[in-house]
């Protein structure tokens, strides 16, 4: 699937993507309490670049957790990043955030970042050197030991254990009233327009383009989460 095509899924399902996923926000929540602890050794006035923020959830999150750290909000749906700057608004944080409708490649040159979070977003890079440059585009925009948080759809997509694991996903999301039709929508997704890697291939994919050796803080189903630093010395 095209960027154009992504952006467009988006902009059409922003004003009721936090309803339709809010059964599943247990996964979230729990990922987020241990971002918090990812990041809990920052500076206290850290800045943090979220690429691909969608409707803003780990924004908001750590924005209530870390009162004096700022964010750039970076997300190439305009509908989606509206309910961002809407949620930043009502609640009290909008002061300290800026947002970039847009591609991270468009973003205008500033200071470096002391963090960076990347949730469910390269999973819709199909090729792998397009998905490590990527993360190298990340990896430029920190500073060096600069932390990435970054989250994807993992799992070995030809063993038994992912037909068994996607076989419980799916039966979650219908748990979580997502439609019967919606479902194999899904599954056909998974299998044309998300690249479904090993969990240990994505994080090799993360060293290559300037980070350390990732670290895997988290897993709910198919959801694997890695934390890594960037490496000293220029990213190219």
């Known amino acids: 699937m095209r960027s154009d095509e992504i952006k467009a899924i988006f902009d059409q ?35 943090i670049l979220c690429v691909g923020i969608g409707t803003g959830e780990e924004m908001s999150y750590l924005a209530q957790r870390f009162p004096q750290w700022t964010f750039v909000a970076v997300e190439p749906s305009g509908a989606m990043l509206d309910v961002c700057r809407s949620k930043a608004e009502k609640e009290g944080f909008i002061s300290r955030c800026s947002f970039h409708e847009g591609y991270l490649e468009s973003l205008p040159v500033q200071d470096a ?30 500073r060096a030991g600069g932390i990435l948080a970054s989250s994807d759809l993992a799992s070995e997509i030809d063993s038994a254990e992912y037909e068994a694991l996607l076989k419980v996903w799916l039966n979650m999301m219908l748990a979580a009233g997502i439609p019967a039709s919606g479902l194999e929508q899904m599954r056909a997704a998974y299998a044309k327009d998300v690249a479904i890697l090993p969990p240990a291939q994505v994080a090799s994919i993360i060293q290559a383009a300037g980070f350390e050796q990732p670290v895997g803080f988290y897993q709910s ?16």
């Not at 970042?113 to 430029?140: G, K, N, W, Y």
């Not at 189903?221 to 190219?236: D, K, M, P, Q």
Request: charged share 20%; proline share 2%; glycine share 4%.
């Open 221 to 236: 189903g198919l959801i694997h989460a890695w934390f890594s630093r960037r490496t000293e010395g220029n990213v190219g």
């Open 113 to 142: 970042f002391d963090a960076a979070t990347c949730f469910l977003v390269s999973q819709f890079i199909l090729e792998q050197d397009a998905r490590t440059d990527f993360f190298r585009t990340i990896a430029a925009r920190l």
């Open 13 to 47: 399902q922003a004003s009721s993507y936090d309803e339709r996923w809010a059964k599943t926000a247990p996964i979230r929540e729990a990922m987020h309490l241990l971002l918090a602890a990812v990041f809990a050794e920052l500076p206290a006035t850290a800045r």
